[in-house]
């Protein structure tokens, strides 16, 4: 007779219990989720350890909510004339002599609120340098993957063009296209293009340092097994690039993405302090601080000195969460 064994004993018992046959052989857990991942993911452990980037990435957040809320946010539309009363202009913050508690930071020559100013700036601001990194971004990283993947006389042809844009410096290039357009559009189609001029300036401006990045990590990827198998089921050179070899780059991409976001608010507020920015009619935080400058020196500090604040807490908050993204990204600190 055959000895029974433990298992078969369980098995046995299984049969003849339907609830224990249940339990027995019950199915696999589902597998997590993607968020799942992401929120147990070496990138989430790494930014809880970082107060730096929690508090950087605060700070951010809430700057955007204010940009974007803007229009419910602001006690006061400093683009609406009749909401505008000259006899409350210059007055100074509600906590110096001489300020009102309706007007927390004070206002400007025409009348206007500072913090309702300064939080529709700040909307323009930002704006700008998003569209503006969006731009850059698309052109780098296309010219990029293009050029590694296939070098030759196209690859030599667009690393020259961006060898002799580096030789010219950010704002400078800035600086001419927005001069171009100034003398080349009649100046009412000029006023109404000046916003995507910019974005377009600040935008040609910084597609170098995707394109030369994405360059030479598509060198090193083009190379492995995996791009080899695609080419050998007859996979296209544009799906290779954009469905392959494009998600294994955009770790770098990211940070530039990131540093480039601070540096493109500085830039639009340069021009926009040289005059050649935004219009007036839409005052971004370059054009406030150009603005305060004039009075600066007849006492009234706040004008300048609360947008330059604010420009300065934004652009620090961009570049930690940048540098903190920078340090997530290099292998070699693993």
């Given at each position: 007779?055959?000895?029974?064994?433990?298992?078969?004993?369980?098995?046995?018992?299984?049969?003849?219990?339907?609830?224990?046959?249940?339990?027995?052989?019950?199915?696999?857990?589902?597998?997590?989720?993607?968020?799942?991942?992401?929120?147990?993911?070496?990138?989430?452990?790494?930014?809880?350890?970082?107060?730096?980037?929690?508090?950087?990435?605060?700070?951010?957040?809430?700057?955007?909510?204010?940009?974007?809320?803007?229009?419910?946010?602001?006690?006061?539309?400093?683009?609406?004339?009749?909401?505008?009363?000259?006899?409350?202009?210059?007055?100074?913050?509600?906590?110096?002599?001489?300020?009102?508690?309706?007007?927390?930071?004070?206002?400007?020559?025409?009348?206007?609120?500072?913090?309702?100013?300064?939080?529709?700036?700040?909307?323009?601001?930002?704006?700008?340098?998003?569209?503006?990194?969006?731009?850059?971004?698309?052109?780098?990283?296309?010219?990029?993957?293009?050029?590694?993947?296939?070098?030759?006389?196209?690859?030599?042809?667009i690393m020259r063009l961006a060898d002799m844009q580096l030789s010219f410096p950010t704002i400078l290039v800035a600086l001419l296209i927005?001069?171009?357009?100034?003398?080349?559009?009649?100046?009412?189609?000029?006023?109404?293009?000046?916003?995507?001029?910019?974005?377009?300036?600040?935008?040609?401006?910084?597609?170098v340092q995707y394109a030369r990045t994405v360059r030479g990590a598509t060198l090193v990827e083009k190379s492995k097994d995996y791009v080899h198998a695609a080419k050998l089921i007859g996979m296209g050179p544009l799906r290779i690039l954009f469905k392959h070899?494009?998600?294994?780059?955009?770790?770098?991409?990211?940070?530039?993405?990131?540093?480039?976001?601070?540096?493109?608010?500085?830039?639009?507020?340069?021009?926009?302090?040289?005059?050649?920015?935004?219009?007036?009619?839409?005052?971004?935080?370059?054009?406030?601080?150009?603005?305060?400058?004039?009075?600066?020196?007849?006492?009234?500090?706040?004008?300048?000195?609360?947008?330059?604040?604010?420009?300065?807490?934004?652009?620090?908050?961009?570049?930690?969460?940048?540098?903190?993204?920078?340090?997530?990204?290099?292998?070699?600190?693993?």
């Amino acid at each position: 007779m055959m000895k029974a064994t433990p298992v078969a004993d369980a098995l046995r018992g299984a049969a003849a219990h339907p609830t224990a046959r249940s339990a027995v052989f019950s199915p696999d857990p589902a597998p997590p989720s993607t968020w799942s991942r992401f929120l147990d993911s070496d990138f989430i452990y790494s930014f809880k350890r970082s107060p730096t980037a929690m508090v950087s990435a605060a700070v951010l957040l809430l700057f955007i909510l204010i940009a974007l809320l803007a229009p419910w946010l602001a006690p006061q539309n400093p683009f609406d004339p009749a909401a505008l009363e000259l006899i409350n202009s210059r007055l100074p913050p509600a906590w110096i002599e001489g300020g009102q508690m309706r007007f927390p930071l004070g206002t400007d020559g025409q009348g206007r609120d500072l913090l309702s100013t300064l939080m529709y700036g700040m909307r323009i601001s930002l704006m700008v340098s998003f569209s503006a990194t969006i731009f850059a971004l698309a052109v780098g990283v296309s010219l990029g993957l293009i050029s590694g993947y296939a070098g030759g006389r196209l690859d030599n042809l667009i690393m020259r063009l961006a060898d002799m844009q580096l030789s010219f410096p950010t704002i400078l290039v800035a600086l001419l296209i927005d001069g171009l357009s100034h003398s080349l559009l009649p100046r009412a189609v000029h006023e109404q293009l000046a916003l995507f001029v910019v974005i377009f300036a600040i935008g040609i401006s910084t597609w170098v340092q995707y394109a030369r990045t994405v360059r030479g990590a598509t060198l090193v990827e083009k190379s492995k097994d995996y791009v080899h198998a695609a080419k050998l089921i007859g996979m296209g050179p544009l799906r290779i690039l954009f469905k392959h070899v494009l998600p294994n780059v955009l770790g770098p991409v990211l940070v530039i993405a990131t540093l480039s976001l601070g540096l493109g608010i500085l830039t639009e507020a340069t021009l926009s302090f040289l005059g050649l920015g935004v219009p007036p009619t839409s005052p971004s935080l370059g054009t406030l601080i150009r603005i305060g400058n004039e009075v600066l020196f007849s006492g009234e500090w706040w004008v300048t000195v609360m947008p330059g604040a604010l420009l300065i807490l934004l652009v620090l908050a961009i570049n930690l969460l940048g540098d903190w993204l920078r340090d997530v990204f290099n292998p070699k600190l693993k």
